[in-house]
């Protein structure tokens, strides 16, 4: 069983429809990272409908194009709430809802500063 969570409801729902068109059969929960609260009822809830988890991936993560509005401070606190901060929150909740001999997968993308090398 895979877990698809995002703080966007509407994206984590189109990929369970997307996986479940491969034949998977994904569930969807809410997950905002940077929400304490959010990651303590996640916790809650996979604890109670699975047991516990086998693999946490941690792939959450934002950025922002240079144009956009939001000052340096503000684009610098959002990402490292979500980026850092979030991924840490998460895990430290979710080790004691892992089985033993479970895995984490931190996933980072290069490809935003890539993106402007090769354009």
Not at 85 to 112: D, H, Y
Request: proline share 2%; hydrophobic share 40%; net charge negative.
């Amino acid at each position: 069983v895979s877990t698809q969570s995002t703080g966007n409801e509407e994206r984590g729902r189109n990929a369970v429809t997307a996986l479940e068109a491969e034949g998977l059969k994904p569930v969807f929960e809410q997950l905002d990272v940077v929400s304490k609260e959010s990651i303590d009822n996640f916790a809650a809830k996979i604890k109670e409908k699975f047991g516990g988890i086998d693999i946490l991936c941690n792939n959450a993560g934002i950025a922002y194009n240079y144009d956009d509005t939001l000052s340096l401070v503000e684009k610098a606190e959002l990402i490292c709430a979500t980026n850092l901060f979030g991924t840490i929150n998460v895990t430290e909740k979710m080790l004691p809802v892992m089985r033993q001999g479970g895995s984490i997968c931190q996933v980072a993308s290069f490809w935003r500063k890539a993106s402007r090398l090769f354009s």
